[in-house]
């Protein structure tokens, strides 16, 4: 599994950004799809996730102005951004796991990206 994410950028606080992750080599129907980010000097930490049967979870710090949402068909997964600030600026990474459910820990999922930056400046 190939994940290849775009849509990152610089963007002002307040502002919106949709991020991409498109796969290859195999169907998304039965994988959980997820987003993390890392911050310089922080850890990964888990942003968004969905899994095989569109359930959708989003971390607290998020909660409200991200939205993940999935096109099996497209064989991509959306992170749509808004009310964006300074906090979210990190490199996002698009993950994936060949079991349905969604988790938060780094360990457990098994195919990384190979991320996209997001600054939030002005």
């Known amino acids: 599994v190939q994940l290849v994410e775009s849509g990152g950028g610089l963007v002002q606080p307040g502002g919106s950004l949709r991020l991409s992750c498109t796969a290859s080599g195999v169907s998304l129907d039965n994988y959980a799809i997820g987003w993390f980010r890392q911050a310089p000097g922080k850890e990964r930490e888990f942003v968004a996730g969905i899994s095989s049967g569109y359930s959708t979870y989003h971390a607290d710090s998020v909660k409200g102005r991200f939205t993940i949402s999935r096109d099996n068909a497209k064989k991509t997964v959306y992170l749509q951004m808004n009310s964006l600030s300074p906090e979210d600026t990190a490199v996002y990474y698009c993950?994936?796991?060949?079991?349905?459910?969604?988790?938060?820990?780094?360990?457990?999922?098994?195919?990384w990206g190979q991320g996209t930056q997001v600054t939030v400046s002005s």
């Open positions: 993950v994936a796991k060949p079991t349905g459910d969604v988790v938060t820990p780094v360990r457990l999922w098994d195919y």
